[in-house]
């Protein structure tokens, strides 16, 4: 893997509770994404980050926020966990705005029962 | 409507096959296409990449893309065991953030 890690990688939680994942990356890439992926749907963008401090809503990020102190980590928090975030989430990277190839972590496992 | 179709599958195929996947798409602003491969609980990791319309290979894979049809497949010759896998396309309508992705087809290619 292209130096992405994922904390936790299985979680369980209870419906309410704060979450929070972390995506810690050893390349110094700029570009860093967090999507979910949940059968029937694919891979689904939540928020992404272009530089420090600096990030962007996806396509389902109700629920979600993010936060990047440091080039290498960009965290996920569910504020209120619920059940209809029970997924399996993805950090990726990618060098610059133009380059194509993400890079995509091992996933976390997350359930709120 | 989803802006990417990608039939989901199982596909079975026995060793050695030709393999067809193929996705559908409605943005006509789509020019970045790509195939990701994802083992089970791994992450997907990219196998092709094409711009526009046109072919490319890379040893057994073979990715086209028709943009008049608005439709992209990706070919596997000779498969293997180890092609067991979920396929994902994904598309953007420029070399930026936003990726769209298909919802994956599951391969097996059994023995």
């Known amino acids: 893997d292209a130096g992405i890690t994922q904390s936790p990688r299985h979680k369980v939680t209870e419906t309410g509770t704060p979450v929070t994942l972390r995506c810690h990356q050893t390349?110094?890439?700029?570009?860093m994404y967090w999507y979910r992926q949940d059968p029937g749907h694919g891979l689904r963008l939540i928020h992404y980050s272009y530089g420090v401090k600096d990030t962007d809503k996806g396509e389902v990020s109700d629920g979600y926020s993010v936060s990047r102190s440091k080039t290498e980590d960009f965290l996920l928090t569910l504020e209120s966990a619920t059940s209809s975030q029970t997924s399996v989430y993805f950090c990726a990277i990618k060098r610059d705005r133009l380059n194509t190839e993400a890079f995509f972590g091992q996933g976390t496992r997350l359930t709120v029962v | 409507q989803k802006e990417v179709e990608q039939d989901p599958g199982p596909l079975s195929v026995p060793e050695g096959a030709i393999v067809s996947l193929n996705c559908t798409y409605s943005n006509s602003a789509f020019q970045y296409f790509m195939w990701y491969r994802q083992y089970s609980r791994k992450g997907p990791e990219l196998l092709m990449y094409t711009y526009s319309s046109g072919n490319k290979e890379d040893g057994r894979f073979t990715a086209q893309v028709d943009k008049s049809s608005k439709y992209i497949s990706l070919f596997i010759r000779d498969s293997q065991p180890s092609d067991s896998a979920t396929y994902l396309c994904a598309m953007s309508a420029g070399g930026g953030n936003k990726l769209t992705f298909g919802t994956g087809t599951q391969l097996k290619v059994e023995l």
């Open positions: 390349e110094n890439h700029r570009y």
